[in-house]
């Protein structure tokens, strides 16, 4: 058991062994040794001591998330407390509202431990985007956390915080909990209201957790998850027994709901068929990556799941489809920064001037390049055969890999093609370099899937390895259960943490504030 | 002043111009420039570096025209250097995503969102904002509870 998990925390506050105000003065203090050197959060809320001194004892049991501190991707709406989304456009802003994934958690008895670092925008594969800074990944600070969500994922992975939101478009939860060996999670499409989460995509945006075990992210999704009318693309209709699932765990409160869902997940892999795409084991894969996800795959065959491997050589052309429409949604979703309403202002003398000066001082390049690739692609003259090529591409894809689940129940492959890259190496690259780093995570935000990045092992370099796993849509907790079986079989070199410079978990010794 | 390296022009749409040029660049991985003090001429290969000498100008498949909609639409500027840089990146992702090409997608539908989602709609009742003030506090200049921006109507 992991000691400095949502759950063992959770427990130990309902035991009495510890009270939140011990768990708001643990992080901050880890936060406070480790994260100058990480540079995971970009903002850390003190106020999380007095908050946990606040919360009212006969809530204890009620509330699902009674005391325990969150971090939050800065690109979230937090009333009251600054988001920047990682741009100089919104250094000083501080939201009128809640994002709804957010509320839920807070309603749940959360505290708002900080906001963490990001590409700008949600834009890029490393933090490096990030207006104010890069992330260090904490198993090695010479290399990236990854991106777009870094900051959450080193948060969660160097024990600054037990749980954290982010968001994921092409594989900004997957990738960086792949590259630091944690949990990341991104649900089926529409299943968590997007309200409040800075767009940088609407149709591939979803909002993910991070955590340390994947019953912590199973439990954190069950209670953020379900549809909200600020957000009309979450009004989706769900199959009846995935609905009745959801709406019997949200009833239940802690520890009844911790316990069914533990009992959910230990269904094992008997009998289940998997198949392995030959596509995410391509030329990009390095061979360790390789290695460590086909053990893991053999691995699951002698607890007595069916592995196949399976190829879809369309799938090679997914970073060509999310290049486009990602971009051209961009274009649309980042015309709202005009210095008019909110966020930075270059005054000019006149309107049209204003606009442009505020534009190009307040967005970085990758954001630039986005806009005007997105604005190429929707011109009159390249609509048809740049735009909305794309889109027929985008079904294609995703009719391929329906077809697939016809016959399997889970599709498994790498997380991403190789560890953890070093920093710094973002300026060299070209755009399409890094498409590359997200390949093997971006078919399931084209066609909506859900998908679990889950620690399977680590490379030559001591780097983790993510295994990512992805099933039809509202298959959820499936592909939860199926990471969980993995979680609970993976020998012992397999599990996290693998050594490195991340802070190893340290026994509890606090409680009552003794 | 011009040497015979030039490639004349030729009065073709725009889509043309374009589907052309991605085409030099994919297969022939030929590079391909435009002189803005040429207008309608391309160069191509060894004969971009001249054009680069003569103007400080880049490689591009994107025509001067294009690039001015472009910067116009997007309410972007970008100074000569940056443009240099973009122009060579916008072109590696045009290339990257010809690739779509190859797809028989005859019959496809375009896909929109990755859900089919109800058209269910909340109803329309009125809210009240929780709060107006913070929402304005954000504003980067408010007078009498409104944005203040420049004089948008001709004097």
Redesign the interface.
């Known amino acids: 058991m992991d000691e400095i998990s949502v759950l063992a925390w959770r427990s130990r506050i309902a035991s009495g062994e510890a009270v939140p105000e011990d768990v708001a003065r643990y992080y901050l203090e880890a936060i406070a040794a480790r994260d100058p050197e990480i540079h995971a959060f970009l903002l850390v809320r003190e106020e999380v001591r007095e908050e946990a001194r606040n919360l009212k004892v006969e809530d204890r049991d009620a509330l699902p998330f009674f005391g325990i501190p969150v971090a939050v991707k800065d690109n979230f709406l937090t009333r009251g407390v600054r988001t920047t989304a990682g741009s100089r456009m919104l250094e000083t802003y501080v939201p009128p509202v809640d994002a709804t994934a957010w509320e839920h958690l807070a309603h749940g008895g959360a505290l708002l431990l900080g906001k963490t670092n990001l590409d700008e925008f949600a834009m890029g594969v490393s933090t490096e985007t990030s207006a104010f800074g890069p992330t260090r990944n904490p198993w090695d600070p010479a290399r990236r956390s990854g991106g777009s969500s870094g900051g959450s994922a080193a948060a969660v992975a160097a024990g600054l915080s037990p749980l954290a939101l982010g968001s994921d478009t092409g594989g900004s939860v997957r990738q960086p909990a792949a590259y630091t060996g944690i949990v990341g999670f991104k649900p089926t499409y529409g299943l968590i209201s997007r309200y409040g989460l800075i767009p940088m995509a609407a149709s591939l945006d979803t909002v993910g957790v991070f955590s340390r075990t994947v019953v912590d992210a199973a439990y954190a999704f069950v209670h953020i998850a379900g549809s909200d009318p600020k957000d009309p693309t979450s009004f989706g209709k769900l199959p009846p027994t995935f609905a009745d699932r959801l709406a019997e765990l949200r009833r239940l409160a802690y520890p009844a709901r911790a316990e069914r869902l533990r009992a959910l997940l230990s269904r094992g892999v008997s009998g289940t068929k998997v198949a392995l795409v030959r596509e995410f084991f391509g030329g990009g894969v390095s061979p360790e990556v390789r290695g460590v996800v086909e053990a893991a795959a053999r691995r699951m065959e002698e607890l007595g799941a069916r592995v196949e491997y399976v190829s879809v050589p369309e799938l090679e052309l997914a970073g060509a489809v999310y290049a486009v429409v990602m971009s051209a949604e961009a274009a649309s979703h980042l015309g709202r920064f005009d210095g008019v309403r909110f966020g930075l202002r270059v005054p000019a003398e006149n309107v049209d001037a204003l606009y442009v000066r505020t534009r190009n001082r307040g967005f970085g390049w990758e954001a630039k390049r986005r806009i005007l690739f997105g604005t190429y692609v929707t011109l009159s003259e390249s609509f048809v055969d740049l735009y909305e090529r794309a889109l027929r591409a985008r079904r294609f894809l995703a009719s391929r890999l329906e077809t697939i689940f016809a016959d399997y129940d889970f599709l498994l492959g790498p997380t991403t093609p190789t560890t953890a890259p070093t920093l710094g190496a973002a300026g060299d690259q070209g755009p399409v370099v890094e498409l590359t780093q997200d390949l093997l995570t971006i078919p399931a935000n084209l066609a909506g899937l859900p998908a679990v990045s889950v620690p399977a092992g680590r490379g030559s370099d001591g780097m983790p390895v993510g295994l990512q796993i992805v099933g039809p849509r509202y298959s959820d907790l499936d592909v939860l259960a199926f990471a969980f079986a993995w979680e609970e079989a993976r020998p012992p070199e397999a599990r996290p943490p693998f050594g490195g410079k991340a802070a190893a978990p340290s026994p509890w010794e606090g409680g009552n504030g003794r | 002043m011009h040497t015979g390296h030039e490639v004349p022009v030729w009065h073709l749409?725009?889509?043309q111009r374009?589907?052309l040029g991605f085409g030099f660049l994919a297969v022939r991985g030929e590079r391909m420039c435009y002189d803005s003090s040429v207008p309608h001429t391309r160069f191509f290969g060894n004969a971009c570096d001249a054009a680069l000498l003569r103007e400080g100008v880049a490689e591009v498949p994107?025509s001067p025209e294009?690039w001015e909609?472009?910067?116009y639409?997007?309410?972007?500027?970008?100074t000569p250097e940056e443009k240099v840089r973009?122009e060579?990146?916008?072109g590696?992702?045009?290339a990257?995503?010809s690739?779509?090409?190859?797809?028989p997608?005859d019959g496809?539908?375009?896909?929109?969102?990755?859900?089919?989602?109800?058209p269910?709609?909340?109803a329309d009742v009125p809210e009240v904002?929780?709060?107006r003030e913070?929402?304005l506090?954000?504003?980067?200049?408010v007078q009498d509870g409104a944005?203040v921006?420049?004089?948008?109507l001709e004097e």
């Open positions: 749409s725009f889509a374009t589907l994107l294009t909609k472009l910067q639409l997007a309410r972007l500027e970008l973009m060579r990146e916008l590696e992702l045009l990257y995503v690739s779509l090409r190859q797809l997608l496809v539908s375009p896909m929109i969102l990755p859900v089919e989602v109800e269910v709609l909340r904002f929780p709060s913070e929402l506090r954000n504003a980067p200049e944005f921006v420049p004089n948008v």
